[in-house]
């Protein structure tokens, strides 16, 4: 029931910003580009969704008692829950994305500054580091003897060709 | 007909005069663009962190020159003069687009680093055998390249703060080992003073995130900035949140009160410590606070900024070079005296944190100025030590 109703809301919300003339927040294009924060965002309003029993809750909340208690539990743990929250959602840099982002993601002014905010100038550098990683293997470093055998193979190689 | 053959000859001697005019302008080298010789430099140069890291000890003089430093610095040394090339052309454009508000690409960075070890290597070399020009001409250099940083973007602010206050280190390592000279001192004071002209600022930052922000505040490009700039986590959920569920109007409220929060922040930076950084962490304060009930704040929570750490990134380094400054008059005075003053001058530039002059102590090898006001948030007061040779 709840999680139609947050379905619906969510998918009234996307038809609104589609349908309109004026440039909106484009819902699809957003699925479409960033899938494993909308997944993030629905499998959240799921969550909720799946926990919540109703039936065990009519029967509770017919007792004016237990209303009043239950409206008292959920003022306190609105106000614990919204001081914690406030004061935390900011300063949160303990939280990496999960997201994995290209190169050219990681070079924008504004996720720099994010990687500067975590971790000052080296944490910049860091994130410049990663973003212009070369793909695949690098050469390491190669000895003389290496070379010598890779000269020899090289030449006995092309010998057996022109034989 | 004949009007017409006079008129083909006349148009192709046309031609080639501007491509005689237009050729050594083209062919012309350094080119009057310096990034183009950074962005070479960038291809060029290869060193692995032991090595980078070696050579910005060095430079900073934690530790002493050794032949792997020397070799590697030899074998460098076309990139070191592309890029001292570099330094002395006036323009600097790095082609950055900035119609993309705040997901403007940036050069590569940490490319930038290496090369401004690789070059203050290069300046404490000449230093170790007598040649304090040469060394204090690359120092120069390497404020000029801080000066073809001060771009827009608030992290191209930073690395140039950052290069200045490593070249500020390598000059008092060469001070310390070069014996006082008047001559030497004067150079390097009018180079200082020339190179202040061109005012290292925080203003065209400011100005660029204003716009950029501004920008990025659209329906088009609102997700990008989001998905580059918050981090996983119930903060971004409810940003995201809001977005979905936000109108045109939305978005012009949203653009009002970052530019009020613009307002406010630009004001601050206009104020002495400690006052303007205690007024940018209170704003900071408050956007948390209202973020939580006001929608309107939505998009400028999500653009911050740590607008109370560049601000106190810039008055220690503002700190640092007036210590530099200060010490050269010292040096100037133990020179031209062949003792140190027994008390600091008056009229020197001071410590920024606290607005007063340094504290200045004699010791045996030298002397130290000491800051008054408190770095605060390091909880740290500064001392800058400067040794003199004998």
């Given at each position: 029931?709840?999680?139609?109703?947050?379905e619906?809301?969510?998918?009234?919300l996307?038809?609104?910003?589609?349908n309109?003339?004026?440039?909106q927040?484009?819902a699809?294009?957003?699925?479409?580009?960033y899938?494993d924060?909308?997944q993030?965002?629905?499998?959240?309003a799921?969550?909720?969704?799946?926990t919540?029993?109703?039936?065990i809750?009519?029967?509770?909340?017919r007792n004016?008692?237990?209303?009043l208690a239950a409206?008292?539990v959920?003022i306190?743990a609105?106000?614990?829950?919204s001081?914690?929250?406030?004061?935390?959602e900011?300063?949160?840099?303990?939280?990496?994305?999960?997201?994995?982002?290209?190169?050219v993601?990681?070079?924008?002014?504004?996720?720099l500054?994010r990687?500067?905010r975590?971790g000052?100038?080296e944490?910049?550098e860091?994130?410049?580091r990663?973003?212009f990683?070369?793909?695949?293997?690098q050469?390491g470093?190669?000895s003389?003897e290496q070379?010598?055998t890779?000269?020899n193979?090289?030449?006995?190689s092309s010998?057996r060709?022109?034989? | 007909?004949?009007t017409i053959?006079s008129?083909?000859i006349?148009?192709m001697?046309f031609?080639?005069l501007?491509?005689?005019v237009s050729a050594p302008?083209?062919?012309?080298?350094?080119p009057?663009n310096?990034?183009?010789?950074?962005?070479?430099a960038f291809?060029l140069y290869q060193?692995?962190?032991?090595m980078?890291?070696m050579?910005l000890?060095?430079?900073k003089?934690?530790?002493e020159?050794?032949?792997?430093i020397k070799?590697f610095v030899?074998?460098?040394?076309?990139i070191?003069?592309t890029?001292?090339d570099a330094?002395?052309i006036k323009?600097?454009?790095?082609?950055?687009d900035?119609?993309?508000?705040?997901?403007?690409?940036?050069p590569?960075?940490?490319?930038?680093?290496?090369?401004?070890?690789?070059?203050?290597?290069d300046?404490r070399?000449?230093?170790?055998?007598g040649?304090?020009?040469t060394a204090?001409?690359?120092?120069?250099?390497?404020?000029k390249?801080?000066?073809?940083l001060?771009?827009?973007?608030?992290?191209?602010?930073?690395?140039?703060i950052?290069?200045?206050a490593?070249?500020?280190?390598c000059i008092i390592q060469?001070l310390?080992d070069?014996?006082?000279?008047v001559?030497m001192?004067?150079?390097l004071k009018c180079?200082?003073?020339h190179i202040?002209k061109q005012s290292?600022s925080?203003?065209?930052?400011?100005?660029?995130?204003?716009q950029?922000?501004?920008?990025?505040m659209?329906?088009?490009?609102i997700?990008?900035?989001v998905?580059?700039?918050?981090d996983d986590g119930p903060?971004?959920?409810?940003?995201l949140?809001?977005?979905l569920?936000a109108?045109?109007?939305?978005?012009?409220?949203?653009?009002e009160y970052?530019?009020?929060?613009?307002?406010?922040?630009e004001?601050?930076?206009?104020?002495p410590?400690?006052q303007?950084?205690?007024?940018l962490k209170k704003?900071?304060?408050?956007?948390?606070?209202?973020f939580?009930?006001?929608p309107d704040?939505?998009l400028t929570?999500?653009?911050?900024?740590?607008w109370?750490r560049?601000?106190?990134?810039s008055?220690r380094w503002n700190?640092h070079s007036?210590?530099?400054k200060s010490a050269?008059?010292i040096?100037?005075?133990?020179?031209?005296?062949?003792k140190l003053?027994?008390?600091l001058?008056?009229g020197l530039?001071?410590?920024?944190?606290?607005?007063?002059p340094?504290?200045y102590?004699?010791?045996?090898?030298?002397?130290?100025?000491?800051?008054?006001?408190k770095?605060?948030?390091?909880?740290?007061i500064?001392?800058?030590?400067?040794?003199?040779?004998?």
């Open positions: 029931m709840n999680k139609q109703r947050n619906k809301r969510l998918d009234e996307i038809s609104r910003a589609i309109t003339e004026k440039p927040f484009d699809e294009k957003w699925k479409r580009k899938p924060e909308y993030t965002l629905i499998s959240r799921s969550k909720k969704a799946s919540h029993r109703p039936n809750w009519r029967i509770t909340l004016p008692i237990t209303k409206a008292a959920i306190l609105i106000r614990f829950f001081a914690h929250q406030d004061s935390s900011q300063t949160d840099t303990s939280t990496v994305s999960k997201v994995t982002k290209s190169p993601e990681m070079m924008t002014a504004l996720s500054e990687a500067f975590h000052g100038i944490a910049v860091k994130q410049c990663e973003a990683k070369p793909l695949g293997l050469p470093s190669i003389i070379m010598l890779e000269f193979g090289n030449s006995k010998e060709t022109r034989l | 007909m004949k053959k008129r083909k006349t148009m001697i031609a080639v501007v491509l005689l302008s083209v062919l012309a080298y350094p009057d310096a990034a183009i010789l950074y962005y070479k291809m060193a692995d962190d032991e980078n890291d050579l000890r060095f430079a003089g934690r530790i020159l050794n032949e792997k070799e030899n074998n460098n040394r076309q070191v003069n890029v001292l330094s002395e323009h600097c454009d790095w082609g950055l900035y119609s993309q508000g705040t997901e403007v690409l940036l590569p960075l940490h490319k930038l680093r290496q090369l401004l070890g690789l070059v203050l290597a300046a070399i000449p230093a170790q055998r040649d304090y020009k204090l001409s690359r120092c120069i250099s390497v404020y390249m801080a000066q073809h001060n771009e827009r973007p608030v992290i191209l602010y930073i690395v140039g950052a290069f200045n490593v070249t500020n280190d060469i310390s070069m014996p006082p000279d001559e001192l004067t150079w180079q200082l003073a202040n290292f925080i203003k065209p930052t400011l100005s660029w995130k204003r950029a922000g501004i920008i990025s659209s329906p088009e490009r997700s990008d900035a998905h580059s700039g918050i903060f971004k959920e409810k940003v949140k809001r977005i569920a109108d045109e109007q939305f978005f012009d409220r949203n653009r970052w530019n009020r929060y613009m307002d406010n922040v004001a601050a930076f206009d104020l410590s400690p303007g950084y205690a007024k704003l900071d304060e408050e956007l948390t606070e209202e939580s009930k006001n704040s939505t929570a999500s653009l911050f900024t740590t109370q560049i601000y106190n990134l008055t700190t007036n210590a530099l050269i008059e040096y100037m005075m133990k020179a031209k005296t062949g003053p027994d008390a001058p008056a530039p001071g410590d920024l944190f606290s607005g007063k340094f504290q102590t004699q010791t045996a090898d030298g002397f130290i100025l000491r800051c008054r006001g770095d605060l948030e390091k909880d740290e500064y001392e800058y030590e400067f040794k003199v040779k004998k």
